[in-house]
């Protein structure tokens, strides 16, 4: 099985997306083949700026470094060192028929608040699935958020099999249950686009000031308090096991314990865990070179099966006459 995913380097990493997507390619690294870019094209309808964009790439490999995943076992590359990837995009246009893309979320909610949208944020799940399918991708690790996506990518895989023969992998998006959705500070969905996020590698007091800015709610401290409604225990719940969530929420239902408090345990699950990936993020940040070759690294094998997967494609599609 191959698994393969992407992440635009449009902002700092938060617990969103390790929890939603992340920590799955570091797991799914032990047992499947793994295959994790980052999508520096995706990040253009965004980023107008070469030097944000330079630096926030190298900055998001190295966090990926960071976090665990491991370059012995699995492939980590830029999205544009493999431009066949835009080729087969072109190619997957074709057999795309617009409703589809119509009826795309980033697209449609930008045109819902009436902003003008571009072409490539209108063709965006066509670059998104030529990304995936042209790995032979099985399992792509993403939150929910992304599930759309990856039916669009079968969707045009499968149109693309039945127009022309069985030439493409049709993938599976991989999404765990608990962690499908994390919960902002704000309540919302966490994301950068909504200013809510707690970022895994930002300086220790303002990972403090974001966790004890938590929205919660009136409650006096010595009142029974319900687990279920409070982004402070859903956040929790990310760094416990089944006992130790258990523990907490009848510590909740029980009153007494004040959502400070509760804030205060988050802090501490929070740099328990990610304290040694941010002392390894430190020490990257002085060898970027490092990172700089391994990227390098990734492009060749990845582009490798991206050759022979446009191979396939060419021939299936009569655009080779050889
Ligand atoms: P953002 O919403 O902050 O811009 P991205 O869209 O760049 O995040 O998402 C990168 C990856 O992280 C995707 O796989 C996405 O599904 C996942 N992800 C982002 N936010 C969350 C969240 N709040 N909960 C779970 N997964 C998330
Ligand atoms: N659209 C994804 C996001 O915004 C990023 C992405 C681009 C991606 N290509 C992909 C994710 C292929 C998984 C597989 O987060």
Redesign the pocket.
Known sequence: MRAL?G??P??KL?I??Y????RQYVQLQQEHEGFYFIANYHALTTIRSAEEMRQQTLELAADYLALGLDPDRATLFLQSDVPEVTELAWVLSTVTPMGLLERCHAYKDKIAQGLPADHGLFAYPTLMAADILIYDSNLV??????KQHVEVTRDIGERFNSTYGQTLVIPEAYILKD??????VDGQ?????YDN?ICIFDPEKQVRKRIMSIVTDSTPLEDPKDPDNCSVYALCCLFADEAQKQEMAERYRAGGMGYGDAKKELFGCFMEYFGEARKRREQLAEDMGYVVDVLKQGAARARAVAQQTMERVRQACGVNIG
């Open positions: 995913s992440t635009q449009s902002g938060h969103g997306n929890f939603g997507a992340i690790p993403v939150g929910q958020d992304q962690t499908a959705t994390v919960v902002g969905k966490m994301s950068k686009s996020t």
